[in-house]
């Protein structure tokens, strides 16, 4: 084998050759046989499918951070709850590209899930923004008490969720490798 030998997104870390005697009904054959070892490059998965999640996830926690300025906040809330969904709606998209993939059919891996814990926690943060939109009155811009609560607790809540949600998955991909 040649050192370095390379695939755009595997390694190969050996190859064994051997030959293998099987007994069939039709008769007595041999096979060739071609063990390849590889390990997958990390680099392009966390570029393609991580980063992109990752930024969606913090893109979704500005309009959490956008802030009335005027007592009037219709137009405020209106462009946070579609600030929201459209990135929401990346992120579905982003994740639907990575499960058309072939290679993830019939498994669900740590990627998966990553992918999964981000639209869920960009969900969130646009059900946050909408519910307290929802109940603003569009006149005078006044929120009920539990609306505050909504809006300062997503804002302190799910950053931290998901901040301790990357900890615990970067610890695990550690472990595991």
């Not at 009920?144 to 998955?169: C, K, Q, T």
Request: some cysteine.
């Amino acid at each position: 084998m040649q050192p370095g030998l390379a695939l755009p997104d595997y390694r190969i870390l050996g190859l064994s050759f051997g030959t293998k005697t099987e007994t069939l009904s039709t008769g007595t054959y041999s096979r060739l046989i071609l063990e390849m070892k590889f390990a997958r490059s990390a680099g392009k998965v966390i570029m393609n499918a991580y980063m992109p999640a990752l930024a969606l996830v913090l893109v979704s926690f500005v309009p959490l951070a956008l802030v009335n300025a005027t007592k009037s906040s219709t137009g405020n809330d209106l462009l946070r709850v579609l600030f929201s969904a459209l990135v929401f709606l990346a992120g579905i998209a982003h994740a639907g590209r990575h499960f058309m993939s072939p290679a993830n059919i019939s498994y669900l891996n740590t990627l998966d899930c990553y992918l999964l814990v981000a639209n869920f926690t960009s969900f969130l943060a646009l059900a946050s923004v909408s519910a307290v939109a929802l109940f603003s009155c569009p006149k005078t811009g006044d929120r009920p008490r539990w609306a505050e609560l909504v809006d300062g607790g997503a804002r302190l809540v799910l950053p931290a969720f998901f901040l301790g949600y990357n900890v615990l998955h970067l610890i695990g991909i550690y472990n595991a490798i």
